[in-house]
T-cell receptor, first 110, second 114 residues
Framework: GEDVEQSLFLSVREGDSSVINCTYTDSSSTYLYWYKQEPGAGLQLLTYIFSNMDMKQDQRLTVLLNKKDKHLSLRIADTQTGDSAIYFCAERGVRGKLIFGQGTELSVKP | GAGVSQSPSNKVTEKGKDVELRCDPISGHTALYWYRQSLGQGLEFLIYFQGNSAPDKSGLPSDRFSAERTGGSVSTLTIQRTQQEDSAVYLC????????????FGPGTRLTVT
């Protein structure tokens, strides 16, 4: 079946890099996504990667995809306090529905 | 429109009452999704509309839940005889069409059943 797993918490210091990891089970997923959710807010699409790519860079964000191990990661360079939020990994399922992980709460300490 | 909008932003209801939640997708977006975010279950898919096709209702948790989309735009999610376990944030998302993959989410409706 479809399942997406993430670690629940990550704490880093301002200026450090953050790496949030995710594993998924559906090898037929065409797209994988990272969404950000700030307190009391909806989900903001941060970035995505197509399944035939192994890396995508977008400013401070780097997405790495290891399709063999079904492992996805999001690296945030020079993490700022404004990056504190919950980050959700998601895979695209049948008819485009998204299957989400539990979310990783990123805490950035000054 | 500027983005996906949802109303109300917060709803408190008594157990057993019916509620209606509304979603206005981005103008021109033909695909519309409802999701639910709760402490126990995380983020889960509920229902999907694409144009005039029959909706995919595979995620609806019980027959107390239903949704419609009138005129291919606004959608209403209805929960009948609400239960405490229905308390959650209900999120709506839209995308331009089935082939376009980015889904844009609204701010959600926080439903509390007392």
């Amino acid at each position: 079946g479809e399942d997406v797993e993430q670690s629940l918490f990550l704490s880093v210091r301002e200026g450090d890099s953050s790496v949030i990891n995710c594993t998924y089970t559906d090898s037929s997923s065409t797209y994988l996504y990272w969404y950000k959710q700030e307190p009391g807010a909806g989900l903001q699409l941060l970035t995505y990667i197509f399944s035939n790519m192994d890396m995508k860079q977008d400013q401070r964000l780097t997405v790495l995809l290891n399709k063999k191990d079904k492992h996805l990661s999001l690296r945030i360079a020079d993490t700022q306090t404004g990056d504190s939020a919950i980050y959700f990994c998601a895979e695209r399922g049948v008819r485009g529905k998204l299957i989400f992980g539990q979310g990783t709460e990123l805490s950035v300490k000054p | 429109g500027a983005g996906v909008s949802q109303s109300p932003s917060n709803k408190v209801t008594e157990k057993g009452k019916d509620v209606e939640l509304r979603c206005d997708p981005i103008s021109g977006h033909t695909a519309l999704y409802w999701y639910r975010q709760s402490l126990g279950q995380g983020l889960e898919f509920l229902i999907y509309f694409q144009g005039n096709s029959a909706p995919d209702k595979s995620g609806l948790p019980s027959d107390r839940f239903s949704a419609e989309r009138t005129g291919g735009s606004v959608s209403t999610l209805t929960i009948q005889r609400t239960q405490q376990e229905d308390s959650a944030v209900y999120l709506c998302a839209s995308s331009r069409d089935r082939g376009v993959h980015e889904q844009y989410f609204g701010p959600g409706t926080r439903l509390t059943v007392t």
